[in-house]
T-cell receptor, first 117, second 109 residues
């Protein structure tokens, strides 16, 4: 089946630094990818929709200047957490669906566990 | 009100039990419905899609009631390996998935 690869799987960084997370669709093209965040014992919350070749669409309450999204190709989207703070520590997951049909199963990356110290 | 609501549980059941999870959604324009399974510290994985006609996959049966905006998942003959969090997921055919909080199931020997 389709595979989405996310890297790194975990990262520890110091407060004030930036962290980049990559999401790749390995065997299909995706014009749209999605970034989610999950805090302990809570559901996945959609942060933003990453659109290939155009600006990302952010959900209400998500700071676009803090969570920079770049979708430069049909197989790669990146999320950069800028000036990270301890409260940004969370599980970040991306998802993508093959182009056709648009409502087909979403495939998830393995997730990135970010710890900001 | 949350877009997708689930009873978070936990549901603690013995092996072999039958357990049912329920979910309601608020957006009547929703088109696609799924149950995902998430193990601790892992990404969600699709368990099954949900159709109005109902669908069954082995020990798992999913049902959708569009009029009531209600989705259910029934697990028969529970196994220890069924212990996980079950996520009710709704989509409006844009690829954007809206997740419920998840229902935690713990199957005990």
């Amino acid at each position: 089946g389709a595979v989405v690869s996310q890297h790194p799987s975990w990262v520890i960084c110091k407060s004030g630094t930036s962290v980049k997370i990559e999401c790749r669709s390995l065997d299909f093209q995706a014009t749209t990818m999605f970034w989610y965040r999950q805090f302990p014992k809570q559901s996945l919350m959609l942060m933003a929709t990453s659109n290939e070749g155009s600006k990302a669409t952010y959900e209400q309450g998500v700071e676009k200047d803090k969570f920079l999204i770049n979708h430069a190709s049909l197989t790669l989207s990146t999320l950069t957490v800028t000036s990270a703070h301890p409260e940004d520590s969370s599980f970040y997951i991306c998802s993508a669906s093959p182009l056709v049909p648009v409502w087909s199963q979403a495939f998830f990356g393995q997730g990135t566990r970010l710890t900001v110290v | 009100r949350k877009e997708v609501e689930q009873d978070p549980g936990p549901f603690n059941v013995p092996e072999g039990a039958t357990v049912a999870f329920n979910c309601t959604y608020s957006n009547s324009a929703s088109q696609s419905f799924f149950w995902y399974r998430q193990d601790c510290r892992k990404e969600p994985k699709l368990l099954m899609s949900v159709y109005s006609s109902g669908n069954e996959d082995g020990r798992f049966t999913a049902q959708l009631n569009r009029a009531s905006q209600y989705i259910s998942l029934l697990i028969r003959d529970s196994k220890l390996s069924d212990s996980a969090t079950y996520l009710c997921v709704v989509s409006a055919n844009t690829g954007k998935l809206i997740f419920g909080q998840g229902t935690t199931l713990q199957v005990k020997p």
